[in-house]
């Protein structure tokens, strides 16, 4: 079946005669409103379109499908839009110094999915019908969109600082988020699409890190003198952001050229964490399910999990869980865990407790992990480094050799074995 997202597709394809049968999807057809007249559109569907009056006679004669945009979302985020967001969609209305971010279209998401932050609303059925129409429609722009891409994700804390302090310096901490954009910018250049979760910490190094790709070490410099350490929560996190994309791209609103493409995959339940300004699309769900879902199981050349929380380590047995259960001819996904600091392979029997100060979240993960891994063999597709160069090779040298995962499956780059 044909997917048509356009006008000048839906005018080639009536002009053919609707031999094929097709999915429309947010087209205005009222100027081929006539042309439908003797066409038969059985087996077709329109959704979201705007149509007239002898093309919805011939849908009720045809017994063709017809799903019509729902009045229940915000007006900037229609369920058929075309495409994925950019950062000028979601940050729509913003001021330059970061400030009325209540008057974009992320914070009227945000407003519609959540009472408040971490509490989402009790959705009546239209609204709950309308929020899965649009997270559909994201999803299916998401294949779209990597189709035939090399994808590599990074996974890791919404919570991670732009700049390490003057006692973690004197300390000798790893500066992990710079670490990320470090290898996000190489992994960029390698013809790889960085692929996160869309929000701040080391979701916003990962998508710098693919916007810098190509620049010298001084424009990086600039950039990283920009971004100060505010919170994600503080108009200056927005600002600076802003400043540090249009240092790169000539202004904060621009789209960067196909070589400095990532994604970020946020969404609204966390909708108080707003997206990053770095990545060149944002593809924001309301449903976090289904984003999760999408972050491992689009990640067809391998993942980078760095520190985080709950939501890192549920990715992590997410991820574990594909590779533990391939179907027959698939190959299990690279994982790279990112141990600065001995952070994934805490003894087991050495648990953080509340007294402790200070707070110690370093992850008892790895002993698990390599169990799994032994028991269905695969533990030539798991790292643990704490070296930027050594991820690095580590990935581009399990991808030299052509291999199905079930990553390429979903994005419908090949077909699953016989």
Known sequence: MLFIEDLVAARAWVKAGVTTPATVQGVDLR?????????????CAFLGCTIGDALFAKIRADNAGLVTDLPALP?????????????????????????????????????????????PRELELV?????????TTQEQAVRTFLKDRDVVAIMGGHDFKRRLNDEEVAVGKADVYWDCVAIAKTLTEKGFLI?????????????????????????????????????????????????????ILGSWDAQPPEAKFSLGIPTWLYGHE??????????????????????????????????????TVQEVFQDTTQNYY?????????MVFYNAGGYWDRPCNEPYWPTDVPPDKRKPLMA?????????????SVLVTSKPAVAIKFLIDANVKPSVRKADIHLGNTTSPA
């Open 31 to 43: 100027s081929l409103d006539g042309a439908f007249t003797g066409l038969n559109v059985k087996d």
């Open 127 to 135: 609204k709950a019908l309308a929020a899965r129409l649009h997270d």
């Open 274 to 311: 707003p997206p990053n300004m770095f990545a060149s699309h944002h593809s924001k769900m309301f449903f976090n399910s289904l984003r999760e879902d999408g972050l491992v199981t689009l990640a067809n050349k391998g993942i980078i999990f760095f520190e985080g929380n709950a939501g």
């Open 368 to 380: 698990l992990v390599k169990q799994l891994a032994s028991e269905k063999r695969f533990q030539p």
């Open 326 to 334: 391939l179907g027959e001819g698939q190959s299990p996904t690279p």
């Open 195 to 247: 692929l996160t979760g869309g929000g701040p910490g080391v979701m916003e190094a990962g998508n710098l890190g693919a916007m810098l790709a190509g620049e010298a070490d001084a424009k990086v410099a600039e950039v990283r003198a920009i971004l100060t350490n505010e919170g994600f929560e503080d108009k200056a996190w927005r600002c600076t952001g802003m400043e540090a994309r249009a240092r």
């Open 75 to 119: 007006p900037s985020l229609p369920a058929f839009a075309p495409g994925i967001y950019t950062v000028a969609d979601l940050y729509d209305g913003i001021a330059a110094d970061g400030s009325d971010w209540e008057k974009t279209p992320d914070y009227a998401g945000f407003e519609f999915f959540n009472v408040k932050k971490n509490v």
